[in-house]
């Protein structure tokens, strides 16, 4: 392997790809990014890493195999950190043909691109692999061994890039490898994840800013991480001393009713719980407002109810600490972020306060 460290990072501008570039940054990579071409041409995550002498940016697509052969070609990147997709698992079941040409065929054209540029034996790969693999699952807590039962269009393109990344593995020779992260979080997460929504909606409702939150199913259980901790994993996973797979969790697991309780109290208010199934309400118990409700807007057409992951792996063979950001620490950080923004109302503000009132009425999921 070469001295210098050249990392490209497809989907920077995301919740880990910011993250990540923080990261590397700091450990004295030169950091490379893929950004598309948007009509708001507003990166808020990587704002502050903009001009910085190591960070560069350069227009790719995932589904556009050219851009990225040429950008590998010339990055000559000694490891790539495959994070860009169509992430949203509902979205996936509108957009499935979309989802599966960049979360599974772009998979493809990354190992291609280093490939044809003849890098196989200098670049290592990292692929953002995920929970969803297991799906329906067919064991709790889930470990690398777990059979996979992939249970949306999301995690059946996710499935593809799983296999990829192990075949060309073991037919190349290549250093690739999955990270198999379970959720995780921050203050950086797209708005319409279930942890943001519901910090973003405690902080405005806290400031009489909204009336109502409408989540869909309330007892689906995710093992949530903090997304800081868990790109610190992608790194460790690519400095192993040969390529294999991880899973990526804190091992505890908590439902959706359990993360919105805890952001409301956080954020001033105390829930009760009333009722079952779609006319199930959280009410702010000092007034006896009805502060969340039940929308079938937001029930998927198959839902994936009990992620739990194992990480045992990555603590005995990484060295990683699963349970650095605690489950309570994660919800805190959150909604101390969102109380902040929403009362700041600055230019992003007013976007977010139109989303939210989307959000609220159930036009975006
Ligand atoms: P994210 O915030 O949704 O970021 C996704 C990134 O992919 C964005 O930079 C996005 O660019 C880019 N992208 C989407 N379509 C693209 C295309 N056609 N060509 C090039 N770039 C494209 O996701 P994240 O939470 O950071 O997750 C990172 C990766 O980990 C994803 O692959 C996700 O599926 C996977 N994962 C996430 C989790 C989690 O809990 N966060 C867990 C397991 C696995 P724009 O900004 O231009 O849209
Ligand atoms: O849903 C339920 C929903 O959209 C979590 C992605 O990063 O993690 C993420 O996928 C759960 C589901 O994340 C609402 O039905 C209830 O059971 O926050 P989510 P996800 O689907 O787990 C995995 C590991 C990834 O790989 C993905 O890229 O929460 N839920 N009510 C809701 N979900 C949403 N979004 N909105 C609701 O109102």
């Known amino acids: ?105 772009g998979v493809l054209r990354v190992l291609e691109a280093v490939r044809t540029n003849h890098l196989e034996k200098t670049c290592k790969i990292y692929q953002a692999s995920t ?30 890039g799983y296999w990829m990344i192990k075949e060309y593995r073991e037919a190349y020779g290549m250093f690739c490898c999955s990270g198999i992260l379970f959720n995780h979080e921050s203050e950086r997460r797209g708005e319409t994840f279930v942890t943001r929504k519901i910090t973003l909606a405690a902080a405005r409702i806290a400031q009489g800013k909204q009336d109502c939150l409408y989540l869909g199913n309330l007892d689906s259980l995710r093992d949530w991480g903090y997304a800081k901790d868990y790109v610190e994993c992608m790194w460790l996973i690519l400095q192993y001393d040969r390529p294999e797979d ?69 603590k005995r063979e990484l060295g990683w600490n699963p349970q650095k950001t605690t489950f309570e620490e994660l919800v805190k950080i959150m909604v101390a972020s969102d109380m902040q923004k929403v009362a700041a109302d600055h230019v992003a503000g007013v976007m977010r306060t139109n989303l939210a009132e989307y959000l609220e009425k159930g036009v975006v999921k």
């Open 1 to 105: 392997m070469v001295d210098k460290k050249i990392a490209l990072i497809t989907g920077v501008t995301g919740q880990d790809g910011s993250y990540l570039s923080e990261f590397l940054l700091e450990k004295g990579y030169e950091v490379h990014g893929t950004i598309r071409r948007s009509s708001v041409d507003y990166r808020e995550r990587i704002a502050h890493l903009e001009g910085t002498p190591n960070f560069h940016l350069h227009y790719a697509d995932m589904g556009d195999s050219m851009s990225l052969v040429k950008l590998v070609g010339k990055v000559q990147p000694t490891e790539i950190y495959n994070l860009a997709a169509q992430s949203h698992v509902q979205v996936s079941f509108d957009a499935p043909e979309f989802t599966a040409d960049v979360d599974a065929v």
């Open 246 to 314: 991880f899973v990526i969790a804190t091992g505890v697991q908590h439902t959706v009713r359990e993360f919105a309780t805890l952001a409301f109290q956080y954020a001033g208010i105390e829930l009760k719980w009333e009722g079952e199934g779609v006319d199930e309400r959280g009410i702010n118990v000092a007034n006896g407002k009805v502060v969340v409700a039940v929308s079938e807007d937001f029930y998927r057409p198959t839902d994936v109810v009990n992620l739990w992951g194992d990480p045992s792996k990555a």
């Open 131 to 160: 929970s969803e693999l297991y799906g329906k699952v067919e064991e709790v807590p889930q470990n690398e061994n777990t059979p996979f039962h992939p249970y949306s269009p999301y995690a059946i393109a996710k499935l593809y």
